[in-house]
């Protein structure tokens, strides 16, 4: 059996406004995050036409999420700790924002190069963390890895 390969990997740690930050193709004539399915009870992210929101957990999160892009579906990690979610994407223009739900200088610009539409698997952990400025909030420390390849094995 041959071994899904990597294509593309980026690592970003994008803003979190409303408890969300997108993997979103914003320069989509037709994709908006808003027509994305509503959130439920206990997801952590949902997924469709244009990408992804993601949820964080909290008061004030910070994040560090690495994104990868392979021929076909990867292992998962070895002991995927936290939560997690599957679904599924489409994008129109090939060009998706790892970013903020209003924009940031933090937003990463990732180049897909192969077509979708994908596949997606998120993994999420988080931790309680201290900062001295906001001691009465709920402050957390998020690692994601977000999982793509194309639903189709035509790379």
């Given at each position: 059996?041959?071994?899904?390969?990597?294509?593309?990997?980026e690592s970003g740690s994008?803003?979190?406004?409303?408890?969300?930050?997108?993997?979103?193709?914003?320069?989509?004539?037709?994709?908006?995050?808003?027509?994305?399915?509503?959130?439920?009870?206990?997801?952590?992210?949902?997924?469709?036409?244009?990408?992804?929101?993601?949820?964080?957990?909290?008061?004030?999160?910070?994040?560090?999420?690495?994104?990868?892009?392979?021929?076909?579906?990867?292992?998962?990690?070895?002991?995927?700790?936290?939560?997690?979610?599957?679904?599924?994407?489409?994008?129109?223009?090939?060009?998706?924002?790892?970013?903020?739900?209003?924009?940031?200088?933090?937003?990463?610009?990732?180049?897909?190069?192969?077509?979708?539409?994908?596949?997606?698997?998120?993994?999420?952990?988080?931790?309680?963390?201290?900062?001295?400025?906001?001691?009465?909030?709920?402050?957390?420390?998020?690692?994601?890895?977000?999982?793509?390849?194309?639903?189709?094995?035509?790379?």
């Amino acid at each position: 059996m041959i071994e899904p390969t990597l294509l593309l990997r980026e690592s970003g740690s994008p803003w979190v406004d409303y408890h969300q930050f997108v993997l979103f193709d914003v320069e989509s004539a037709e994709a908006r995050a808003s027509d994305l399915p509503p959130k439920t009870d206990g997801a952590i992210a949902v997924s469709g036409h244009g990408g992804g929101k993601f949820f964080t957990l909290g008061d004030m999160t910070d994040v560090e999420v690495d994104f990868e892009l392979w021929t076909w579906e990867p292992t998962p990690p070895a002991s995927p700790d936290g939560d997690r979610f599957e679904g599924s994407f489409t994008v129109d223009t090939g060009r998706v924002v790892l970013g903020s739900v209003t924009g940031s200088p933090a937003d990463v610009i990732i180049e897909l190069p192969v077509p979708g539409p994908f596949q997606l698997r998120a993994f999420r952990t988080s931790a309680p963390a201290e900062n001295a400025d906001f001691p009465d909030l709920d402050y957390r420390h998020e690692r994601w890895l977000i999982q793509t390849w194309p639903s189709s094995t035509d790379t």
